[in-house]
């Protein structure tokens, strides 16, 4: 029997710099913080809302320390200035005087097919980088940028958190479209002019979980985080890291339904995504 590829979606939700909703008791704080650009504009979920520095060519961090032992295992940049820059994200238990750096490497300078288990990472079309690494429990993290060099001012948002990775081909399906926004005029002498055009993404998330453990991991990533309305990471296959795309919920209906008999029931949802504020057509990526 002949079976197709098999695809191993990837989602980020889960973001430990949120100290507005999803870890309140959570600190963060950036080495240089101007006005209109402080630490927790790095999880505003805005493009134009983003933390930076204020002093070129200097070393700047951005750091977030929990209030208990966290775990993640994956960093994504949506907006940010770093392309062909040094970045590493660094992880203590001391404040640190001891530095853990689960991913040291250079920002590729151009959007490429790519995995975001690759050395370097994948920058994606839409210009948001990603990078998973071995799982890493800790009570701070920071985000180093090293100096890069005159009139070079870092910024950066997105996210730092627990991934969740799937290994079957079957699920979840994700089908999806894209709609064009954009206003158009013409004036009384028939010339035609257009707004800014952005192409945005839709779909929905279509879901089977076999067993209770993986039901658990889905209501947690997809019901308690993204269905609450905060942003996510949707890597629709690691191989072709490169077409993720960063989502918020649509709205309707949202959930799993069981089907079958307990205690050998498995369940099905359908999730409802659409883009986070998509670049425009033609913007340069930073």
């Known amino acids: 029997m002949t079976t197709g590829p098999i695809i191993t979606p990837r989602f980020l939700v889960d973001d430990l710099?949120?100290?507005?909703?999803?870890?309140?008791?959570?600190?963060?704080?950036?080495?240089?913080?101007?006005?209109?650009?402080?630490?927790?504009?790095?999880?505003?979920?805005?493009?134009?809302?983003?933390?930076?520095a204020s002093t070129a060519n200097s070393d700047w961090w951005h750091k977030t320390t929990y209030d208990r032992p966290r775990t993640s295992d994956m960093v994504c940049l949506w907006v940010h200035n770093l392309p062909g820059k040094s970045y590493q994200l660094q992880y203590?238990?001391?404040?640190?005087?001891?530095?853990?750096?689960?991913?040291?490497?250079?920002?590729?300078?151009?959007?490429?097919?790519?995995?975001?288990?690759?050395?370097?990472?994948?920058?994606c079309e839409n210009g948001m980088w990603l990078k998973t690494f071995p799982a890493r429990t800790a009570y701070a993290h920071r985000h180093f940028i090293l100096a890069g060099g005159a009139g070079y001012i870092p910024y950066i948002n997105g996210k730092v958190g627990l991934s969740l990775g799937l290994a079957q081909f079957d699920k979840p399906?994700?089908?999806?479209?894209?709609?064009?926004?954009?206003?158009?005029?013409?004036?009384?002498?028939?010339w035609s002019g257009s707004s800014p055009r952005r192409p945005k993404r839709f779909g929905s998330i279509l879901v089977k979980t076999r067993g209770i453990w993986e039901y658990e991991q889905f209501r947690y990533h997809f019901e308690t985080r993204f269905g609450a309305g905060c942003p996510m990471v949707i890597v629709f296959d690691e191989a072709q890291a490169e077409r993720a795309v960063?989502?918020?919920?649509?709205?309707?209906?949202?959930?799993?339904?069981?089907?079958?008999?307990?205690?050998?029931?498995?369940?099905?949802?359908?999730?409802?995504?659409?883009?986070?504020d998509p670049r425009e057509i033609g913007a340069p990526i930073p």
């Open 17 to 52: 710099s949120d100290n507005v909703e999803q870890y309140p008791t959570h600190t963060v704080v950036a080495e240089e913080e101007p006005a209109g650009f402080e630490a927790h504009r790095f999880s505003a979920g805005r493009r134009d809302q983003y933390s930076r």
């Open 173 to 190: 399906y994700m089908p999806s479209d894209t709609e064009l926004q954009v206003t158009e005029e013409t004036n009384e002498a028939g």
């Open 92 to 123: 203590s238990d001391d404040d640190y005087t001891t530095i853990q750096a689960a991913v040291n490497c250079t920002i590729p300078t151009t959007p490429g097919a790519g995995s975001p288990a690759d050395a370097n990472g994948v920058l």
């Open 246 to 276: 960063m989502a918020k919920r649509d709205g309707g209906r949202f959930g799993f339904q069981g089907v079958g008999g307990w205690p050998d029931a498995y369940r099905v949802g359908e999730f409802a995504w659409k883009e986070l």
